[in-house]
Antibody, heavy 128, light 108 residues
Framework: RLQLQESGPGLVRPSETLSLTCTVS??????????WAWIRQRPGKGLEWIGT???????YYNSSLKSRVTISMDTSDQHFSLTLNSVTAADTAVYYC????????????????????WGTGTPVTVSS | SSELTQEPAVSVALGQTVTITCQGD??????ASWYQQKPGQAPVLVIY???NRPSGIPDRFSGSISGNTASLTITEAQAEDEADYYC???????????FGGGTKVTVL
């Protein structure tokens, strides 16, 4: 069964760069048809999509974070990564990685996405 | 608009049925998916597409969609269903995703 596990520093200084890794086990990061995403949840708040990566290297980012975020993958090492530059206290959150599946279109709806496997999350605090 | 709106909180008596909704123009074109999140835990997918449940999700969870509103229904709610529930969908940007604000379900 596919499992995802986030890892990275729990504390980052303001203005520095946050780097997190999501390690894939029990399956392959190279499996075609899947996308891979990062989501975060600020303390006491809801879920916020950060961005999605496809095997081809195509990336899609939340417009509010686009200027600061990069998502990349290393298929040989079975992990994908999140980099967030110039962090502030507002980036303090639990960060989750997830596998994204694509659902088929039909006569009434376009294709859609859903996140079927999630990591356990890793808390990150931005503080000096 | 790519926003998804959910009611902040609902309550349901043990064993009764509750429906929570997710409203947004994007739902006229794209299905929603629904996630259950219990305190201190990662979200879990409970419904996706027209009305699909992943393996291991009880059949008391069901989904539907009509117009600009997607709904998640919990039939005969159990104590363990008390959680936050989030809807999610594509937005009009294409491959971008957006979450609703979440609904806290309390089982009385």
């Amino acid at each position: 069964r596919l499992q995802l596990q986030e890892s990275g520093p729990g504390l980052v200084r303001p203005s520095e760069t946050l780097s997190l890794t999501c390690t894939v086990s029990g399956g392959s990061l190279s499996s075609s048809g899947y996308y891979w995403a990062w989501i975060r949840q600020r303390p006491g708040k809801g879920l916020e999509w950060i961005g999605t990566l496809y095997l081809s290297g195509s990336t899609y980012y939340n417009s509010s974070l686009k200027s600061r975020v990069t998502i990349s993958m290393d298929t040989s090492d079975q992990h994908f990564s999140l980099t967030l530059n110039s962090v502030t206290a507002a980036d303090t959150a639990v960060y989750y990685c997830a596998r994204v599946e694509k659902g088929d279109a039909n006569n009434y709806y376009f294709f859609y996405f859903y996140m079927d496997v999630w990591g356990t999350g890793t808390p990150v605090t931005v503080s000096s | 608009s790519s926003e998804l709106t959910q009611e902040p909180a609902v309550s349901v008596a043990l064993g009764q049925t509750v429906t929570i909704t997710c409203q947004g123009d994007i739902l006229r074109n794209y299905y929603a998916s629904w996630y259950q999140q219990k305190p201190g835990q990662a979200p879990v997918l409970v419904i996706y597409g027209k009305n699909n449940r992943p393996s291991g999700i009880p059949d008391r969870f069901s989904g539907s969609i009509s117009g600009n509103t997607a709904s998640l229904t919990i039939t005969e709610a159990q104590a363990e269903d008390e959680a936050d529930y989030y809807c999610n969908s594509r937005d009009t940007s294409g491959y971008h995703l957006t979450f609703g604000g979440g609904t806290k379900v309390t089982v009385l």
